[in-house]
């Protein structure tokens, strides 16, 4: 079946520093791929959604020069946390598609700590 | 930005009872996915059922889908403690430049043995 693997699955960094969190699709080619974040004991929040070759799609609330996005191959899609502050810390998780009739793969999630 | 809004927030049911959570959202759908998610770890897909389907079954979970009143049921017949996890459902929406999957709030289901 479909994999995606994201990594880092756990990151802990210090207060103004850069993240960068992967999510590759092993064996499909990923069109579009959604990025969310979600907070203890919460639901996932949907962040931002790419389509290869494009500039991802923000949802509202979402800073954009905060969490940059990148989706440059079919394969991978990367969110950077810029700057990152202890308000930050989440669990961040992808998911890929290569087409709604297709569904969707979730990655494992990363955990981010700043500390 | 959710969908929308689940029921119960919170469950909790002895083993061999059955579970019933769900889900409501706003807008149209062509789908709709309901997940699993065991504390600090990543989601595990349950069920999808299409909008022109009313009803699905996967085993001991059985899934309805009323597109007239925009909400859907998961139920998990004779839980176990092993079925203890949160819940989402998650819809897919259309939207300028495609379509994104939204997820409901959720319902923390516990089983006690």
């Known amino acids: 079946g479909a994999v995606v693997s994201q990594h880092p699955s756990r990151v802990i960094c210090k207060s103004g520093t850069s993240v960068k969190i992967e999510c590759r699709s092993l064996d499909f080619q990923a069109t579009t791929m959604f990025w969310y974040r979600q907070f203890p004991k919460q639901s996932l929040m949907l962040m931002a959604t790419s389509n290869e070759g494009s500039k991802a799609t923000y949802e509202q609330g979402v800073e954009k020069d905060k969490f940059l996005i990148n989706h440059a191959s079919l394969t991978l899609s990367t969110l950077t946390v810029t700057s990152a502050h202890p308000e930050d810390s989440s669990f961040y998780i992808c998911?890929?598609?290569?087409?709604?009739?297709?569904?969707?793969?979730f990655g494992s999630g990363t955990r981010l700590t700043v500390v | 930005s959710q969908q929308g809004e689940e029921d119960p927030q919170a469950l909790s049911i002895q083993e061999g009872e059955n579970a019933t959570m769900n889900c409501s959202y706003k807008t149209s759908i062509n789908n709709l996915q309901w997940y699993r998610q065991n504390s600090g770890r990543g989601l595990v897909h349950l069920i999808l059922?299409?909008?022109?389907?009313r009803e699905k079954h996967s085993g001991r979970l059985r899934v309805t889908l009323d597109t007239s009143k925009k909400s859907s049921s998961l139920l998990i017949t004779a839980s176990r403690a092993a079925d203890t996890a949160s819940y989402f459902c998650a819809t897919d929406a259309g939207y300028t430049g495609g379509f994104k999957t939204i997820f409901g709030a959720g319902t923390r289901l516990f089983v006690k043995a």
């Open positions: 998911s890929a598609t290569s087409g709604l009739r297709y569904g969707y793969t």
């Open positions: 059922i299409r909008s022109n389907e």
